[in-house]
């Protein structure tokens, strides 16, 4: 590529371009990582500060995705038009600084003001992220290069399982925060001086075509009134929804009705079941880039496939009396419930235009943690209270169970986005953009 198609800017190699993403893998990593160590040390904080399983599912799911959410708009119309490193740089540091912070609350209260602030750091991350993708990125291995990105998720939760498990173990929870945060800020410096903002429309051709951004009052119906973008959006929600929700209780589960340890159960779920959703992750968007060269609704098949049969494996292994066994057969759903990530965003990707991506992101990364990251680790922990005086011990496992039963929503929503997938990618394609263009 030369420097008169990058619009004058240095050209971006094949290995640039990896470097990049893999920098925004570690970044993203990080994200995840700081987000969920709290999974594996709410057992800890629970007895040391006298929570309820309620102020849990608070602290962790709907308090956090509020702030995270509703931030993600205002920043992603930020990353539209402005330099999109240094909206993630500085995104870094402030998570980074707060998951630290988390390390020193006294109380519920100090506890959910750190970890909002946590979310409120995390909103600068992911559409800034997609939309720098995007353009590194040409349509045809978006999904798989999302899928790449989208192992910051796997990845970040393994650590964050294993780091916290182990240093609370030996050290105290308080330790872990410390541990993980701070070494976030120092990313921050490297990735800034690193990586670069690519010309916006670089992987699609439109350098220097005027794009201005459109309106907020015109480009949210826009967004909102596309089919394809609507259902892949509450299909993700719905899948997030039961993710989060046992990504957050199953640790607790196993401590409290097996009787595991914290270490041994963070060192299962990390090396386990964490490796078989990054595997699902990376497998999702290589597999559906694949076949779609045959027939674009594959991008909405496989996360459907997925969705729908991991549900009988969740239910063999909740009932299941043997941890070992469980955590076994968790390593089936594990891996398919992570298909979804890089063919539906990656679609939305290609879908949206240059100028709207950050904020199509942000749109789809609302309606996904609104429902899933808020209500999912919410909703289980108040139904583990109410159910706790029915079944006495089991309370948390029926509550689980209950939330899987959104799979088949989730599925259902992937089966209706396949319907108006390709006309909506057929429209998209048309060179001339425009926020009528989807």
């Known amino acids: ?142 999904a798989s290069a999302m899928s790449i990105y989208a ?10 399982l294993l780091a916290g498990g182990w240093i609370a173990e030996f050290y105290g929870w308080r330790a872990a925060f410390f541990i993980v945060g701070l070494p976030g800020i120092l990313l921050a410096v490297a990735f800034k001086l690193t990586v670069r903002e690519p010309l916006r429309g670089l992987s699609d051709g439109t350098v220097g075509v005027a794009t201005p951004q459109p309106p907020l009052r015109d480009t949210l119906p826009v967004l909102l009134k596309n089919r394809t973008i609507m259902h892949m959006a509450m299909g993700g929600a719905l899948t997030s929804f039961v993710g989060y929700g046992l990504g957050q209780w199953l640790p607790a589960f196993f401590i409290r009705v097996h009787e595991m340890g914290i270490a041994e159960t963070a060192t299962y779920f990390g090396l386990v079941l964490g490796v078989a959703s990054a595997i699902g ?77 950050a904020l199509a992101s942000a749109v789809v990364l609302f309606i996904l943690n609104i429902i899933g990251l808020g209500l999912g680790p919410f909703l289980v922990g108040v139904l583990s209270d109410a159910l706790e005086g029915t079944f006495p011990g089991e309370g948390l496992r029926w509550a689980i169970l209950i939330a899987t039963a959104a799979y088949f929503w989730a599925g259902a ?26």
């Open 413 to 438: 929503h992937f089966l209706f986005a396949a319907r108006s997938l390709r006309e909506d990618l057929q429209r998209a394609s048309v060179p001339a953009e425009s926020a009528t263009a989807i």
């Open 1 to 142: 590529m030369s420097a008169l198609e990058t619009g004058g800017a240095p050209p971006v190699t094949p290995r640039y371009r990896s470097y990049v993403l893999a920098m925004l893998v570690v970044v993203y990593v990080f994200n995840f990582l700081d987000r969920q160590i709290v999974t594996i040390l709410a057992e800890p904080i629970k007895l040391d500060l006298g929570l309820s399983d309620t102020q849990i599912g608070l602290m962790t799911g709907l308090a956090f995705a509020v702030f995270y959410t509703v931030l993600g708009i205002p920043i992603a119309r930020l990353a539209d038009r402005a330099n999109r490193t240094t909206i993630i740089t500085s995104a870094l540091v402030i998570w980074s600084g707060m998951t630290a912070l988390c390390g020193m609350a006294q109380n519920f209260a100090q506890m959910l003001a750190a970890r909002i602030g946590v979310g409120v750091g995390e909103a600068g991350c992911s559409p800034p992220a997609h939309s720098l993708i995007a353009d590194y990125y040409p349509a045809e291995s978006r």
């Open 151 to 160: 192992l910051g998720i796997p990845i970040g939760s393994i650590l964050g």
């Open 281 to 357: 992750t990376l497998l999702g968007g290589n597999i559906a880039d694949r076949l779609a060269r045959r027939d674009k609704r594959m991008y909405a098949w496989v996360p459907a496939a997925g969705v729908l049969a991991a549900f009988p494996f969740y239910v063999f292994a909740l009932m299941n009396n043997s941890p070992y066994v469980a955590i076994a057969v968790l390593v089936v759903p594990s891996l398919l419930n992570s298909l979804w990530l890089g063919p539906a965003f990656g679609t939305i990707q290609n879908i949206a235009p240059t100028r709207m991506r």
